[in-house]
């Protein structure tokens, strides 16, 4: 959605550069949290209501997240992303305001598609070798897709590396059926 991006690249790059001393990474997570909570509809459908104060749909996301200590810069952009009617952004400014942080310091989300959970010491070795592979640095999440059967898929940004059997079984039918 382009139009979306268009919108949240200014408040991904005003955070960016308004968040003094505060380590990226947790406003990258804050953001996420917060991005969460804004793509519920029933949150979105309150919060277009033209009878709701924009303090009160604020007051509703803090509520909703008690747990999680927003830094200063992050409770002020939510309240401006709130008061502009930009709620349905947040999901891409944290996108993007992460892509920002991943830049400055050299690094890639990576997602790993596994038939199987992975655990600790198994995800060290693999990210080591798609480090070597994609030639940086990555922070890999894990996502378990049983229809994979086997192996993995790996996202990082725009590139695919699929190893998985769904993927082989796929070439092999192509190729039986050309």
């Known amino acids: 959605m382009a139009e979306l991006a268009t919108i949240a690249r200014p408040y991904a790059e005003a955070l960016f550069k308004a968040r003094g001393q505060s380590n990226p990474r ?5 953001l996420d949290a917060l991005g969460q909570v804004a793509s519920l509809h029933e949150l979105r459908q309150f919060a277009d209501n033209p ?3 924009a303090t009160a749909v604020y007051d509703v996301i803090i509520g909703a997240l008690k747990a999680v200590a927003f830094a200063p810069a992050v409770q002020n952009l939510l309240r401006t992303v709130i008061e502009n009617g930009r709620l349905s ?3 891409e400014i944290a ?3 992460r892509a920002l942080v991943n830049a400055q310091s050299g690094v890639s989300d990576a997602t790993v598609y596994s038939a199987f959970p992975i655990d600790g010491t198994q995800l060290s070795d693999v990210v080591a070798a798609l480090e070597k592979r994609f030639g940086r640095k990555l922070n890999a999440s894990v996502v378990v897709e049983p229809e994979l059967i086997g192996g993995i898929r790996v996202v990082v940004g725009d590139e695919v590396l699929d190893t998985s059997v769904k993927a ?3 070439q092999m039918k192509v190729a039986l059926t050309a």
């Open 89 to 91: 952004a947040l999901p």
């Open 26 to 30: 947790e406003l990258a997570d804050q």
């Open 168 to 170: 082989r079984l796929e």
């Open 51 to 53: 009878k709701v104060q």
């Open 95 to 97: 996108a993007q305001y």
